[in-house]
């Protein structure tokens, strides 16, 4: 440590958010180098869609996946599939920097055993907002989520159990890695609509990235 603006700026620290919940601010930001590239190549095989939800609304935030099983939803549901719909192939693999990106924050965490099959990568232009929801579609709850945020803030709002827990906010910035286990794995959360802004590597958006065990 020479800098001590340096230090504030890009020291990773880590803070407990709830029971299983581990926010280690700019744990990405040393991996940058191969995330974006890694990033860029999964888009050119499986590029972002507006999917539609069951009740027929098309989401604000536009998706993709790579990995053995990517996260889909159509008018029949949500699901895990092997096969992106938009051209019949698989999901693009996990580049080799996303798993080693996972596994370290993970380990970092307390679950030094996790193996990610799946990774849903949600992009936010301003204006796009997830709504209060459950990550329930996976097969074992006991296996953590670990998300990556890249590009703008967001305000990323974290529940409970109960749909009607009080809220919390929290701001995640370019570079933040969550890890959700235990109880957390199952809270209730979502993403107020993104503020328009410019980030100096990714433009007007940002780009959120979740690790998981499908199956
Ligand atoms: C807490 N994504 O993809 S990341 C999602 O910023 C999702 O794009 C948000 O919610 C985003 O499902 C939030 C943080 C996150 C991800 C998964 C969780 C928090 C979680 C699963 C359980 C509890
Ligand atoms: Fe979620």
Redesign the pocket.
């Known amino acids: 440590m020479t800098d001590l603006f340096a230090k504030l700026a890009v020291e990773p620290s880590r803070e407990s958010m709830a029971e299983g ?1 581990t926010l280690l601010r700019g744990f990405a930001l040393s991996l940058e180098g191969q995330i974006l590239p890694g990033l860029r190549s999964v888009i050119a095989e499986a590029p972002f869609r507006h999917m539609v939800t069951p009740g027929g609304y098309t989401m604000s ?1 536009a998706m993709t996946n790579c990995g053995a099983a990517g ?1 889909v939803t159509d008018r029949s549901g949500y699901r895990y599939d092997r096969l992106d719909p938009e051209s019949g192939k698989p999901w693009p693999p996990l580049p080799s920097s996303f798993l080693d990106l996972a596994i370290a924050a993970a380990t970092e965490a307390g679950y030094p055993d996790f193996r990610p099959d799946a990774c ?1 990568i ?1 992009r ?1 232009e301003p204006g796009a907002r ?1 709504s209060l ?3 329930k579609d996976e097969r074992d709850f006991s296996h953590p ?1 670990v ?1 990556v ?1 890249l590009g703008l803030p ?1 305000t ?1 709002q ?1 529940g409970g159990p109960n749909r009607t827990d009080p809220i919390r906010k929290y701001a ?1 910035r370019h570079g933040d890695v ?1 890890v ?1 286990g235990g109880p ?4 209730y ?3 107020t609509e993104l503020k328009d802004g410019e980030h100096e590597t990714l433009g007007r958006m ?1 780009i ?1 990235l ?1 690790f998981r065990r499908a199956r």
Do not use: C, E, K, P
């Open positions: 919940a935030v996260w849903l949600n936010y997830l929801h459950q990550d989520i998300s945020s967001a990323f974290f995640l969550v959700w957390s794995r199952l809270f959360h979502g993403v940002r959120n979740t």
